[in-house]
């Protein structure tokens, strides 16, 4: 049986800005990875402890919706315009089995906590040390 993480998030930056962090190369690597390379409709992500996720762009509709293929599951951010000049984002990651769920539920955390820090108030929240990662315990 699998399960779905949702997780939502208002952030104070406009859905324009947003998108430019979570859909761009330049954007990803100053809150999430290390290195971005998006390669036709794949996106190779290198984090500090030199790990290498690829994730499948399944769709990307600017400003409001970015859907890939991540750990072989579909994960969506959806932006939505607060009507005060902010973005509410919703993301969803379908398929999670069960073995995976104590880390993938937390896991989204690490990566919405620190796009707040960076879109809101240009602050990195990574510590850029590979023996500091998520794999050894450090958030």
């Not at 104070?12 to 979570?22: D, F, G, H, K």
């Not at 959806?78 to 993301?91: F, R, V, Y």
Request: proline content about 6%; aromatic content about 10%; some cysteine.
């Amino acid at each position: 049986m699998s399960r779905a993480v949702r997780w939502k998030l208002h952030l104070s930056s406009p859905p324009e800005a947003v998108w430019e962090l979570i859909a761009t190369d330049a954007g990803r690597e100053r809150f999430w990875c290390e290195t971005s390379r998006q390669e036709g409709e794949a996106i190779v992500m290198t984090f500090s402890n030199g790990w290498v996720e690829h994730a499948e762009i399944l769709e990307a509709t600017r400003p409001a919706r970015l859907a890939v293929r991540y750990f072989g599951t579909p994960v969506t951010f959806t932006l939505t315009p607060d009507g005060s000049g902010g973005t509410d984002l919703e993301l969803g990651h379908e398929g999670i089995r069960g073995e995976d769920w104590d880390e993938v539920l937390p896991g989204w955390l690490n990566v919405l906590f620190p796009l707040k820090a960076m879109a809101d108030h240009g602050v990195d929240l990574r510590n850029h040390d590979p023996s500091r990662s998520w794999d050894e315990g450090y958030a």
